[in-house]
């Protein structure tokens, strides 16, 4: 059916329709619920889109900021849903407004995933899998669902996933936020990205490289005759044709941005999917401009690039667009490990925030950490959760201002393990020592692999230089004791 169809959404309250922005992932389905949405705000009231990945609960916090959203309805895939429902990683948006008691309260929360089906390939060495002709990059913060063991080694070719994260600049690539299993009920197929190579007669385009057939599909946001190339859709549907080619039950545009009025606030982190200047760049579909008293954190903007990973707050113009008051870099974490807790520091403040130390390192905890348990499913599982013995996955960076400082970007609670890990880059090796980050390494008992899997004798191993590795091994006295230690491809750029 080529019909226009859009969607009134949970988002959308009179004038101030929140659109879902295009690289988290799309709205949900046109029958949405509209029970209770909350009234429009007055005219004073303060006014924040924000969009991002959930970092943790308690509330809900989202780019370093904790909403409180005991009074919010929730959607997924467009579904009613409660507070509960959402996981650390998922992509949100929501429209909040500050109370007179300075708290914000987040009124209207709206989750969609990026991409789901089959994965069709696995790349262990650049760390992808491939789902709907979408190229989908793993780091070290992306969290998996308790129901997949071993990171990507615990996915198959065919086994149906469900991906939370943001489209990349390049067509058919994206960042995930959050991994897991395709709930087995949802046979959907969902793929977002920019249109190429469409075929207006056949009734045909393509993302990434999933060939898309939208000869009955419905059409939201869009014009009568389809979509046009270029423009960035949600598209879905639940079977494949025989040559491949994704059945469209629906194709919904997905590049309107945030939706709010002039001079309401707008966060959003996520990747640069455009760029033409440093005054014209796109962010998660949110057009982004910058003006000379924009603040930078951790760059210039001459880093501003495609690609690049922003977290970006300011106020929306006459336009639409949002005009940067801040925009901070974010870095992909560098160094990751596996063990035991040995203590914890709670801040009296905010029991989310404090210190963590493992393996004889300090790491500083603060909201932007995201936080999973694998271990109990608890679903507030926050820092305070935590103590000596627990058993953790940290990814890191080093704090931009102090490298003997470490940045915990995601932790999660692990079931007992029964060997300690730790994986980045190799330095300051002297055999029989090297450090990973600022954990020291004695190989004096291990064996060692080269990035095919072979085995390479110590020597081999030291006269290496630059390379990243993964050691497993025993806790020792202020070191990690190796039995393990294997160098690891490296990663193409990303």
């Known amino acids: 059916m080529n019909s226009s169809n859009p969607k009134l959404g949970l988002l959308a309250v009179g004038a101030l329709t929140l659109g879902l922005t295009a690289c988290g992932g799309g709205g949900g ?52 849903a409660t507070q509960t429902d959402l996981k650390a990683g998922e992509v949100i948006t929501l429209r909040a407004e500050k109370g007179a008691d300075g708290i914000n309260h987040a009124k209207a929360i709206e989750q969609s995933r990026l991409v789901q089906g089959p994965v069709t390939a696995i790349d262990t060495t650049n760390e992808t899998l491939t789902i709907a002709g ?47 299993k395709a709930d087995p009920a949802d046979t959907e197929i969902e793929v977002t990205g920019k249109v190429t190579g469409l075929d207006a007669t056949a009734k045909r385009f393509t993302i990434g490289t999933q060939v898309v057939d939208y000869s009955t599909a419905t ?13 960035l859709v949600e598209v879905k549907g639940t079977s494949l044709l025989a040559d491949g080619a994704l059945k469209a039950t629906r194709v919904k545009k997905e590049d309107g941005g945030l939706k709010g009025a002039k001079g309401d606030s707008g966060e959003l982190s996520g990747t640069v999917t455009s760029f033409v200047s440093a005054t014209d760049f796109v962010v998660n579909g949110q057009k982004v401009t910058t003006t000379s008293s924009t603040i930078y954190v951790g760059g210039t903007s001459a880093d501003l690039k495609a ?34 807790v040995e203590a914890v520091t709670v801040d009296a403040a905010d029991v989310t925030a404090g210190t963590l130390k493992v393996l004889g390192v300090t790491f500083v ?21 935590l103590a000596a013995g627990d058993w953790v996955e940290v990814a890191a960076v080093p704090d931009a201002t102090d490298p003997t400082k470490w940045i915990a970007t995601k932790i999660e609670r692990k079931p007992t393990q ?56 025993t806790v020792g006295t202020g070191n990690l004791v190796a039995t393990k230690v294997r160098v690891r491809p490296a990663r193409a750029p990303r």
């Open 29 to 80: 389905s046109t029958s949405a619920p509209t029970a209770n949405v909350p009234a429009p705000p007055t005219a004073t009231t303060p006014v924040t889109f924000v969009t991002g990945a959930i970092s943790g609960f308690g509330s809900v916090i989202i780019n370093g900021v904790r909403y409180e959203s005991d009074s919010a309805t929730v959607s997924k895939e467009g579904k009613s």
């Open 134 to 180: 979408t190229v989908i990059s793993v780091t070290a913060d992306t969290v998996f669902d308790v129901g997949i063991t071993g990171r990507l080694a615990g996915i198959a070719v065919g086994d149906r996933i469900e991906v939370h994260g943001f489209a990349g600049a390049t067509t058919g690539t994206a960042t995930a936020t959050r991994i897991e």
């Open 219 to 231: 059409f939201v946001g869009l014009a009568a005759s389809g979509p046009a190339d270029g423009e």
């Open 307 to 340: 690609d690049a990973k922003l977290e970006v707050e300011g106020k929306l113009d006459t336009n639409g667009n949002l005009v940067a008051d801040k925009i901070i870099f974010k870095r992909e974490a560098t160094f990751e490990l596996m063990a035991t």
């Open 365 to 385: 905890v603060n909201a932007d950490t995201r936080k999973e348990d694998e271990r109990a499913s608890n679903h507030y599982f926050k820092l305070a959760d």
């Open 418 to 473: 029964t060997v300690a890990e730790v994986e980045g880059l190799a330095e300051q090796l002297a055999n029989p020592l090297f450090k990973v980050g600022p954990v020291s390494i004695d190989t004096a008992t291990s064996s060692f692999r080269d990035a095919a899997n072979n085995r390479i004798t110590p020597a081999d191993f030291f006269a290496l230089t630059g390379v990243r590795v993964s050691v497993e091994g």
